[in-house]
């Protein structure tokens, strides 16, 4: 009895190992694909001529807006696709997803695939062509450090100083968001609201994030701003109450293309 007893616990084992390692195989396969193409067809278009480039456009309502052109071949994938973030120096280097709530791409990669690691994903709530004062994206704990894996290493104030700037670029505009707050919370912070009721009340809660961070930086934030949010788990597979989050000011890029 004890032989088979052993062998099962060795077998269950073994196998939530080997699932373990094939989600990590899985999610690293997919974000070289989704980068590959990125990559590509921003060098096309530094390479081309810009009376050469193609906008697609896209109506809303009575506006034609344009679509920055980067994410021509990610839209003819997934039109769930809203933007990118990355980290220079880091694996964060991610395609932002969004559905019509904040549960489908906890599982699913960026064809809308089945996936453990899932994506990197904005908020339903939040609207990338008229920013929301608070724009927050979610995304896995990996312990490769892709996806969020690397939010807690801005809890260091070395760490920080190093990467102060991420990059976020949505369908229509570029941003450099300048890290100003991170730290370790509870759920029972509600730090994920979209937007405020009046100014005060904004203002009550950049100053109740400044005083929970861990890390101090130089940057003026006032309710006249908008913020990024970075949330993920303690734990890439685990989910407690436990989040990691870090927060940005948006600053909008003029050298957009």
Not at 73 to 86: D, K, M, Y
Not at 87 to 115: M, R, W
Request: proline content about 2%.
């Amino acid at each position: 009895m004890l032989t088979f007893l052993y062998l099962g616990v060795f077998l269950f084992s073994a196998f939530s190992l080997a699932k373990y390692l094939y989600t990590y195989y899985e999610t690293s396969k997919s974000l070289k694909e989704v980068q590959a193409i990125y990559q590509a067809t921003l060098t096309a278009i530094e390479e081309q001529p810009s009376d050469q480039i193609v906008e697609n456009q896209m109506t809303d309502g009575e506006s034609t807006l344009s679509i920055r052109p980067q994410f021509n071949e990610l839209l003819a994938i997934n039109p769930n696709i809203v933007g990118w973030i990355s980290v220079d120096g880091t694996k964060l280097n991610n395609p932002i997803l969004q559905a019509d709530n904040n549960d489908f791409y906890l599982n699913h990669n960026f064809k809308d695939q089945e996936s453990r690691a899932g994506s990197v994903f904005m908020d339903y709530r939040n609207n990338t062509l008229d920013m929301n004062q608070n724009t927050i994206l979610y995304g896995h704990a990996m312990k490769n450090d892709t996806m969020f894996g690397s939010l807690n290493n801005y809890l260091k104030q070395d760490y920080v100083d190093e990467h102060p700037i991420i990059y976020l670029d949505t369908l229509y505009e570029g941003y450099d968001i300048e890290v100003f707050a991170a730290y370790e919370t509870t759920i029972d912070f509600y730090y994920i609201e979209t937007d405020f009721k009046s100014r005060e009340a904004y203002q009550q809660f950049l100053e109740e994030v400044q005083e929970r961070s861990s890390i101090q930086m130089n940057v003026g934030i006032s309710p006249d701003d908008k913020i990024l949010t970075l949330s993920t788990c303690k734990d890439s597979v685990m989910s407690d109450d436990h989040r990691f989050v870090v927060q940005g000011k948006l600053v909008k890029r003029s050298d957009v293309k």
